[in-house]
């Protein structure tokens, strides 16, 4: 038998397998989790200017989701959603400090994630995955929480945002890893300047990507890469070929490098002759950060608000999965997502089931992806520890609204500019919990215009919805808080590997207080 037709008969017979995800030999699974880009930033959602090709290519390629969401509106609680197959209430990834309050994980967080979450590396590593984070990680920065030690084989990133530059004496700058083992900080020997937005980064998290999928190709092993760059989060980095490139200006910048990185992966997998045993899914750890202003941040299309709320430009992502000869080129669903589906879709396609020992949130979107089927399932936008609002097909009730305080708006933090809707976007906590606020959001999607209490759309609606409600707050298992505690001691002053470079620094004395979180 001919080498040709023996990679021919392989292609066909893993082609027929996938009609049967539970039995396919374990293809490989690349997620890219972008860092506050909106639904709007992609060509292939209307973004007019047209710079991501790659990414439009990607789509027509593959299936386009336009329901798709995060688990929560803000950075570090999607991600560990995402790992973990669970709502950050249930995963710890919330505070009680204040309710429906937003946190995540900044150098002076105690918490990170708890060692009782099961994460996504750890369960394809019983099925022979070589796993390798690339980017930001943001689950917690002590050792105990970083990656090496939930499943991951390689890491090159960092373990928080990119922002500084930082005094060392009062706040040190990020560490950068390879591995569990500091190579620099941002800033210093990872530059960024944030006058003219030039840094190197991307280029570097694109090369650690392709080197990590040749050497697996080369190697024959299945493999996990979640690459996860964060350029489009402020401030927003570019390299000098695509400085001032974009009709969008930096932001648009940063989104060119990246849709120019997306391609180079894709087309170092057609290259490696493993495009079809590749599943790729992109998408988005929450909305555009509008309130980073229109040269920091991006575009959430025709939706309401941005980054921190539970409108649907705070949850509403991008979304593109790929896996050529697999998922159908050209496809559009409409089905009801979430970035917690990756955990179990990428358990089945390795052939595995979710632990069986805790309540898992992420749906199997196999039957989505190879047939295009719609899937009846809720929606929950969660802020903090307080259940927002709710989804149930082209429907959506608030039960709480808030975009931030009066107080942070008159100091010009505004996650809603230009988008004031009265009783809406309201600026203090409000519950309508009794008599919810309603949107048809197919015919709304701006979520502009209630559904009258009088009409019998909303009695109907609500009697649809109530029940999904109710039976989920009645079982629902809160986890343990784990983004309660601050403490200057622990940031990144002396993480592992400095005294190899000569760059630890002074440990403070500890002063553990509870973390204050304004929004």
């Given at each position: 038998?001919?080498?040709?037709?023996?990679?021919?008969?392989?292609?066909?017979?893993?082609?027929?397998?996938?009609?049967?995800?539970?039995?396919?030999?374990?293809?490989?699974?690349?997620?890219?989790?972008?860092?506050?880009?909106?639904?709007?930033?992609?060509?292939?959602?209307?973004?007019?200017?047209k710079?991501?090709?790659?990414?439009?290519?990607?789509?027509?390629?593959?299936?386009?989701?336009?329901?798709?969401?995060?688990?929560?509106?803000?950075?570090?609680?999607?991600?560990?959603?995402?790992?973990?197959?669970?709502?950050?209430?249930?995963?710890?990834?919330?505070?009680t400090?204040?309710?429906?309050?937003?946190?995540?994980?900044?150098?002076?967080?105690?918490?990170?994630?708890?060692?009782?979450?099961?994460?996504?590396?750890?369960?394809?590593?019983?099925?022979?995955?070589?796993?390798?984070?690339?980017?930001?990680?943001?689950?917690?920065?002590?050792?105990?929480?970083?990656?090496?030690?939930?499943?991951?084989?390689?890491?090159f990133?960092?373990?928080?945002?990119?922002?500084?530059?930082?005094?060392?004496?009062?706040?040190?700058?990020?560490?950068?890893?390879?591995?569990?083992?500091?190579?620099?900080?941002?800033?210093?020997?990872?530059?960024?300047?944030?006058?003219t937005?030039?840094?190197?980064?991307?280029?570097?998290?694109?090369?650690?990507?392709?080197?990590?999928?040749?050497?697996?190709?080369?190697?024959?092993?299945?493999?996990?890469?979640?690459?996860?760059?964060?350029?489009?989060?402020?401030?927003?980095?570019?390299?000098?070929?695509?400085?001032?490139?974009?009709q969008?200006?930096?932001?648009?910048?940063?989104?060119?490098?990246?849709?120019?990185?997306?391609?180079?992966?894709?087309?170092?997998?057609?290259?490696?002759?493993?495009?079809?045993?590749?599943?790729?899914?992109?998408?988005?750890?929450?909305?555009?950060?509008?309130?980073?202003?229109?040269?920091?941040?991006?575009?959430?299309?025709?939706?309401?608000?941005?980054?921190?709320?539970?409108?649907?430009?705070?949850?509403?992502?991008?979304?593109?999965?790929?896996?050529?000869?697999?998922?159908?080129?050209?496809?559009?669903?409409f089905?009801?997502?979430?970035?917690?589906?990756?955990?179990?879709?990428?358990?089945?396609?390795?052939?595995?089931?979710?632990?069986d020992?805790?309540?898992?949130?992420?749906?199997?979107?196999?039957?989505?992806?190879?047939?295009?089927?719609?899937l009846?399932?809720?929606?929950?936008y969660?802020?903090?520890?307080?259940?927002?609002?709710?989804?149930?097909g082209?429907?959506?009730?608030?039960?709480?609204?808030?975009?931030?305080?009066?107080?942070?708006?008159?100091?010009?933090?505004?996650?809603?500019?230009?988008?004031?809707?009265?009783?809406?976007?309201?600026?203090?906590?409000?519950?309508?919990?009794?008599?919810?606020?309603?949107?048809?959001?197919?015919?709304?999607?701006?979520?502009?215009?209630?559904?009258?209490?009088?009409?019998?759309?909303?009695?109907?609606?609500?009697?649809?919805?109530?029940?999904?409600?109710?039976?989920?707050?009645?079982?629902?298992?809160?986890?343990?808080?784990?983004?309660?505690?601050?403490?200057?001691?622990?940031?990144?002053?002396?993480?592992?590997?400095?005294?190899?470079?000569?760059?630890?620094?002074?440990?403070?004395?500890?002063?553990?207080?509870?973390?204050?979180w304004?929004?």
């Amino acid at each position: 038998m001919g080498f040709e037709t023996l990679i021919l008969l392989c292609t066909i017979t893993c082609y027929c397998l996938a009609q049967k995800p539970g039995n396919v030999s374990s293809p490989n699974i690349i997620i890219m989790l972008m860092d506050d880009m909106g639904w709007g930033d992609l060509g292939a959602f209307g973004q007019p200017s047209k710079e991501t090709p790659n990414l439009d290519a990607m789509a027509a390629q593959g299936m386009l989701l336009l329901n798709f969401y995060t688990a929560n509106p803000l950075c570090s609680p999607s991600r560990a959603a995402l790992l973990t197959g669970r709502l950050p209430v249930r995963n710890g990834f919330y505070t009680t400090n204040g309710h429906a309050r937003n946190a995540y994980t900044p150098q002076e967080i105690v918490g990170g994630i708890s060692k009782d979450e099961i994460l996504l590396p750890q369960m394809l590593k019983k099925r022979g995955y070589f796993n390798k984070i690339v980017g930001k990680w943001h689950l917690g920065h002590r050792p105990q929480y970083l990656p090496l030690e939930h499943g991951f084989d390689e890491w090159f990133g960092a373990p928080n945002c990119h922002f500084g530059p930082y005094n060392n004496s009062v706040r040190p700058n990020i560490p950068v890893y390879r591995n569990s083992w500091m190579l620099g900080r941002y800033y210093e020997e990872f530059k960024i300047d944030k006058k003219t937005g030039e840094s190197n980064l991307t280029q570097m998290y694109l090369l650690e990507g392709l080197d990590f999928i040749q050497s697996q190709a080369e190697a024959q092993k299945p493999f996990f890469l979640y690459w996860a760059p964060d350029a489009t989060h402020a401030p927003v980095y570019a390299s000098k070929d695509f400085l001032g490139k974009s009709q969008r200006g930096r932001y648009g910048d940063a989104v060119m490098e990246l849709d120019y990185s997306v391609g180079q992966i894709l087309l170092l997998l057609r290259r490696l002759g493993i495009d079809s045993n590749t599943f790729v899914f992109f998408t988005s750890d929450n909305g555009a950060a509008l309130m980073s202003g229109p040269n920091e941040s991006g575009s959430n299309g025709p939706f309401l608000c941005g980054k921190e709320t539970t409108f649907e430009g705070g949850m509403r992502e991008p979304a593109i999965a790929w896996w050529p000869g697999h998922i159908r080129e050209g496809t559009v669903s409409f089905q009801l997502a979430n970035v917690m589906d990756l955990f179990t879709t990428s358990l089945a396609l390795a052939g595995m089931s979710p632990p069986d020992d805790r309540t898992i949130d992420g749906m199997d979107l196999t039957p989505v992806l190879l047939h295009n089927t719609v899937l009846n399932r809720p929606i929950f936008y969660y802020r903090g520890n307080e259940l927002m609002a709710v989804r149930l097909g082209q429907y959506k009730a608030h039960y709480w609204t808030w975009s931030n305080s009066w107080e942070e708006l008159k100091k010009g933090i505004n996650f809603c500019p230009g988008q004031e809707v009265p009783d809406v976007t309201t600026h203090e906590q409000k519950e309508h919990t009794m008599e919810p606020l309603i949107f048809h959001l197919g015919r709304d999607p701006g979520e502009k215009y209630p559904i009258s209490v009088l009409a019998k759309e909303y009695q109907d609606v609500l009697s649809w919805i109530s029940p999904v409600v109710e039976e989920h707050r009645s079982t629902l298992v809160a986890g343990i808080p784990q983004l309660n505690m601050c403490d200057v001691a622990v940031m990144n002053w002396a993480p592992a590997g400095c005294e190899m470079f000569g760059k630890c620094l002074k440990v403070p004395s500890s002063q553990p207080s509870k973390c204050d979180w304004p929004h």
